[in-house]
């Protein structure tokens, strides 16, 4: 108990010898925790880095618990919100008028491949500055057209048409890369 205590204190201080010792600890633990939400491990690995991100950054543990169970719930907290933004960032790609019949298309390539999510955050990448501001505002942060707009210093009818030409150069782009995949 009181090397955990140690360990909190240093982590609280800033101390890059108690954060990696914390990490060694604790990190193969959470990384079951994280698999076990998302079922990747590829994205249990950036939940998971994430989530020491979070931990570091601001360090709230309290001693109610157990410094374990602590980060397990920081760590199930993280991959429940990764899901979440996941879900959001698919149902709004799947329901844009443009989009259905692309990303079907998409699924059935011959490759039988679908589309990854590293791959369609590429495409995010790719959108031009406002468009990919307010597509990120809306999708990731979960943010309404007028709160973006107030956040932007735009028109809410400015968030809504950036939203709307980033899922269509969303879908273009989707497009482009289902039938080049095909050849």
């Given at each position: ?174 497009k482009e890369y289902t039938e080049h995949e095909r050849k």
């Open positions: 108990m009181d090397c955990e205590i140690e360990l909190v204190e240093g982590c609280r201080a800033g101390d890059n010898a108690a954060r990696k010792e914390l990490y060694t600890l604790y990190s193969r633990q959470m990384l079951a925790v994280c698999y076990r939400y998302v079922g990747d491990i590829d994205e249990a690995h950036d939940v998971l880095h994430d989530g020491f991100i979070k931990i570091f950054s601001n360090f709230t543990f309290r001693g109610e618990c157990s410094l374990a169970t602590w980060m397990t719930r920081v760590m199930m907290t993280q991959s429940i919100d990764y899901l979440r933004r996941k879900q959001r960032f698919n149902q709004l790609i799947v329901s844009d008028d443009h989009l259905p019949d692309v990303v079907d298309e998409a699924e059935a390539a011959e490759s039988g491949s679908q589309l990854s999510e590293e791959i369609l955050m590429q495409f995010v990448a790719e959108l031009p500055d406002g468009c990919r501001t307010v597509f990120n505002l809306y999708v990731f942060e979960e943010k309404s057209h007028k709160e973006i707009a107030r956040l932007l210093h735009i028109k809410e009818h400015s968030s809504t048409s950036q939203l709307h030409r980033a899922k269509s150069l969303l879908a273009k782009r989707i």
